[in-house]
């Protein structure tokens, strides 16, 4: 009985072995497999997480890259901002030079205006001046033998005759011009007369032109009598 008992319980024990064996050696397969698998999957997974971390450094170094463009361009545009108001600047700056320069422009027209006023009234006046001086002239040029000669700047010279009753031909002279202020300017008289000046003076401020030449004639007669 013990041999057979020994004999069933090592029938049990190799059953059991063969069977434990299967599942086990079932098991291990399965175990293979999902290693195999987990493999894979952590392959395809670190391949998949590597690509997704390459895209991401990509997108990283874009938006790195954008970045500094944008930096670059709000630079620029501050730039570009500052010389904009610099040019600004100028411009009103250049117009305010503008807008003064052309009041002094008005002034200058204005001022033209006034001053050409004055010359052509001074001119009229002039003008009328010597239509009485040739008048005076004309009076004079048969009664007292006077004649006038338009000589070097701009100057008349009065030549009398017939006061010397030994020569009535000797000339007695002067010149008289109009000086930067329109006045008589009486000199050059031959032979000399010391009253010259005085007349002059009288003729500036009667404005008396016949007075002064019947003067100047008593002159040069008391020369020729003294």
């Known amino acids: 009985m013990v041999e057979d008992e020994l004999a069933l319980f090592d029938k049990s024990i190799n ?41 991401e450094e990509q997108m990283a170094e874009k938006f790195l890259e954008y970045q500094n463009q944008i930096c670059k361009q709000n630079k620029l545009i501050e730039e570009k901002k ?13 117009r305010q030079e503008l807008t003064s320069l052309s009041a002094k422009i008005q002034d200058l027209k204005e001022e033209y205006a006034k001053k050409k006023e004055i010359i052509s009234t001074a001119n009229k006046a002039n003008e ?6 040739q008048l005076s002239v004309d009076l004079f040029k048969d009664r007292l033998g ?18 010397d009753p030994k020569n009535p031909e000797r000339p007695f002279m002067f010149s008289l011009c109009l000086d930067e202020e329109k006045n008589y300017q009486v000199s050059d008289s031959a032979p000399h007369l010391e009253c010259l000046a005085d007349f002059q003076e009288k003729l500036r401020k009667t404005k008396n032109f016949s007075a002064f030449l019947a003067n100047v004639r008593k002159a040069f007669t008391a020369v020729v009598y003294n």
């Open 146 to 163: 006077l004649e006038i000669r338009k000589i070097y700047g701009d100057k008349l010279q009065f030549i009398f005759t017939n006061i």
């Open 82 to 94: 500052d010389d904009l108001l610099k040019l600004i600047a100028e411009v009103k700056e250049k």
């Open 128 to 133: 009328e001046r010597l239509k009485r001086l």
């Open 15 to 55: 059953e059991f072995w063969n069977k434990f064996k299967g599942t086990v050696s079932d098991t291990s397969f399965q175990m293979v497999g999902l290693r195999d698998t987990y493999k894979d999957s952590i392959k395809i997974f670190t391949e998949k997480l590597s690509l997704k971390l390459k895209e």
